[in-house]
């Protein structure tokens, strides 16, 4: 295995919605490449990328899987990210590492929901992009249209077809290349091999209309190259391709290539364009960190010569090989058998071997240079998001942005006596997947598994069985309900207990009253004259302070209660800290019965972006669901909700909401407050409550 030159480097990541072909497209290119003796297909497990059992089972990419590759001299690391709305968080992940993305378009359908948001990655990471119209062989695809779906959906973007279709649907047979005016007419076999034809002439009209808007806008990206062409003059073709290549690393342009991946038609052309055009990862010129021991912004250069720094981006774990890091290394080189620093956790790591990867083939590796992804296996405390780097240089890189949880279940283990070996399983499935959470509900005693969607939660489950021989079941959570008083009581509580020889006694007289919502409990001592002495005050506090974790509407914890001690008695011999906590706990409930009770809910704050179209839709269920709505406003196309909506009417939000919109609409949320829950709900939530009770006996 040898070391390449950043030059000769290409990290290229396939994004797309989910079934557009990223995988089919990255499995021809191992085709193409020789590290594979077939197409590999994700419907009949023989995909390399998609390997997982998961995978397989559902047809889709889960986890993004990392494959190199050389081709004509350069080395390509390419990235097969996942589409689903529920996975597609990693694909997020893999666009920091890439330097360039190819958003995958289904000829058929054109732009969807996630084409959007992987577009809104690239965006965010100002990665330079390349459209591949993909399926151009099935029934209803159509190129043309999907170009006019990109221009309509990404408003002001250059999309510039660098080919065009020979032949359409069944009859789609090869492509049209543009910059050299021949058309790559593909072999029946699938192979990818082809044969450079001349334009027929049924096609020459289209041809040279696509051609001459391409060299437009490439001149356009040189005024001295544009006047040239404006006055005629011949442009040499290594010139239109230094505008091109220019225009599309700084964002200008946005090329279109097109093909079929399943036939094999349209991808060695991709490759080729790919190692033309697309940027290395030197492109950039410097990265951005901080110092790891100010704190403050520095810029280091991506360069061999400067001090090695990596940034993990993925971790897989597994119960055999243990843990990988993936890496992409910023600068300097990697070498095995070296230390480094972990600056994000500021701890020394020794690296081992370093390997390449080819799906879930493991290629060992002499480095890692500068540019290049990398991957070692069984750091000690390395996680995604780190940085490692060389200690006498510590810097460190922004770790990922991880989207709020959508969707939780109470979860527990089918066998008795697995919590251990769960909650040590579900940490190494947290390692590599960020977007999991996993804690316990203090209130509802309950463990609560959160994720990005129904699916993600279900695959969680399996990953479990399989890799860790842990069976759950999954329950939707109890929502975590207070009580609370909205009157003011007072009442005795008195404990006394004769039964031979020491007794019990304990006697306090309690006032309660409504605290401001929020407050919590505030405990005060107006006992005067020694009518209870000072070392039995904290047993009545406590009493008090057990007493209000079951209230007695349906046993929810009590909160928002000043209690005020003010009288009481002892016995010299028969009082106890005991005696007085037992006192204190019926004197509470007491009065807890005379201050009218009522129910509290948890209200979460949203913010919900739907589609302007979608907007009266979703305002009208938020209502349904006793949701306030604070307010309403216009952000692109899109608008903003925001709204107070009690916990216990979201439980299942995120289908809903997808439903609704057709995939489009997205929402956080985050606890604000408690509230009263009306009468009529609080007694069927009483009602049940008791049912519960009334079972556990």
Same mark, same amino acid.
């Given at each position: 295995m040898k070391r390449y030159e950043p030059e000769l480097i290409r990290n290229v990541g396939l994004f797309s919605h989910g079934g557009d072909g990223k995988t089919s497209i990255a499995e021809a290119m191992l085709f193409l490449a020789g590290e594979n003796s077939r197409l590999g297909r994700v419907d009949d497990g023989t995909s390399i990328m998609d390997f997982e059992p998961e995978e397989i089972e559902r047809k889709i990419t889960i986890s993004s899987s990392l494959a190199f590759f050389e081709w004509k001299k350069h080395k390509i690391n390419l990235l097969d990210t996942p589409g689903d709305d529920n996975f597609i968080s990693d694909a997020r992940l893999c666009m920091r590492v890439v330097d360039c993305a190819v958003i995958v378009v289904s000829g058929i359908d054109g732009v969807k929901v996630q084409t959007e948001k992987v577009w809104q990655f690239a965006k965010e990471n100002k990665n330079p992009i390349l459209v591949f119209v993909n399926k151009l062989d099935r029934e209803r695809s159509d190129f043309f249209r999907t170009l006019t779906s990109l221009k309509v959906s990404f408003e002001g973007t250059n999309f510039l077809p660098v080919q065009i279709p020979y032949g359409s649907e069944d009859n789609f047979k090869g492509v049209v290349d543009l910059l050299s005016g021949k058309v790559l007419l593909y072999k029946e076999d699938a192979s990818g091999f082809f044969e450079e034809i001349d334009v027929?002439?049924?096609?020459?009209?289209?041809?040279?209309s696509y051609r001459e808007r391409l060299m437009e806008s490439i001149v356009e990206m040189d005024d001295e190259i544009m006047e040239k062409y404006l006055s005629g003059e011949e442009i040499e073709s290594s010139k239109i391709g230094e505008c091109l290549k220019n225009g599309i690393w700084e964002g200008k342009i946005v090329p279109v290539l097109c093909g079929s991946a399943i036939r094999n038609i349209g991808i060695s052309s991709l490759l080729d364009f790919i190692i033309k055009f697309c940027p290395p990862p030197t492109f950039r010129k410097e990265v951005e960190g901080y110092d790891a021991k100010t704190g403050a =912004?520095? =810029?280091?250069?991506? +360069?061999?010569?400067?001090? #090695? +720094?990596?940034?993990? #981006?993925?971790? *897989?774990?597994?119960? #055999?090989? !243990?843990?990988l890091s993936l890496f992409k290394v910023y600068s300097g080189e990697l070498y095995p058998d070296v230390t480094v620093l972990n600056s994000t956790k500021d701890e020394k790591e020794k690296i081992g071997q370093i390997f390449f990867l080819v799906g879930k083939k493991q290629k060992p590796a002499p480095c890692a240079g500068t540019g290049d992804i990398g991957v070692v296996a069984k750091l000690k405390n390395v996680g995604t998001g780190d940085t490692l780097c060389d200690e006498k240089y510590p810097i460190k890189?922004? !770790?990922? =942005?991880?989207?709020?949880?959508?969707?939780? #279940?109470?979860?527990?283990? =089918?066998?008795? !006596?697995?919590?251990?070996?769960?909650?040590?399983s579900l940490a190494k499935l947290m390692e590599e997947d960020l977007t999991i959470r996993y804690a316990r509900d203090e209130q509802t005693k309950e463990f609560i598994l959160s994720g990005m969607g129904q699916v993600h939660i279900e695959v969680v489950v399996e990953k479990l069985k399989r890799k860790f021989g842990v069976e759950v079941e999954l329950k939707e959570p109890k929502v975590p309900y207070k009580e609370t008083i909205k009157g003011t009581a007072k009442a005795q509580g008195k404990y006394k207990r004769q039964s031979g020889g020491r007794g019990q006694y304990g006697d306090t007289w309690l006032e309660i009253s409504p605290l401001p919502r929020g407050e919590g409990f505030v405990f005060e001592d107006k006992i005067v004259g020694g009518v209870i002495p000072k070392q039995y005050i904290p047993a009545v506090e406590k009493g008090v302070i057990e007493a209000m974790q079951h209230g007695i509407l349906a046993g929810y914890p009590v909160t928002d209660v000043k209690v005020t001690l003010y009288d009481g008695s002892y016995h010299e011999v028969d009082s106890s800290e005991m005696a007085f906590k037992i006192a204190a706990s019926m004197g509470f409930k007491k009065c807890m019965e005379m201050a009218n009770p009522v129910l509290?809910?948890?209200?979460?704050?949203?913010? *919900?972006?739907?589609?302007e179209e979608n907007l009266g839709d979703v305002m009208g269920d938020l209502n349904s669901r006793r949701g306030k709505i604070l307010g309403v406003e216009a952000k692109g196309n899109n608008q903003v909700i925001r709204a107070y909506v009690p916990m216990a009417e979201i439980l299942r939000y995120a289908p809903d909401l997808r439903s609704m919109t057709g995939g489009r609409g997205t929402f956080t949320m985050e606890f604000s407050h408690y509230e009263e829950v009306p009468q009529n709900i609080a007694q069927k939530i009483i009602e049940q409550a008791k049912r519960e009770k009334e079972q556990e006996k």
């Open positions: 027929p002439d049924d096609l020459k009209e289209t041809y040279e =912004k520095v =810029k280091r250069l991506i +360069s061999p010569q400067e001090p #090695f +720094s990596a940034y993990v #981006f993925k971790t *897989i774990s597994d119960p #055999f090989t !243990g843990r890189y922004e !770790g990922p =942005k991880v989207p709020p949880a959508l969707i939780s #279940f109470s979860l527990r283990p =089918k066998t008795k !006596g697995d919590e251990d070996k769960l909650n040590a509290l809910e948890p209200i979460m704050k949203m913010e *919900i972006i739907v589609p």
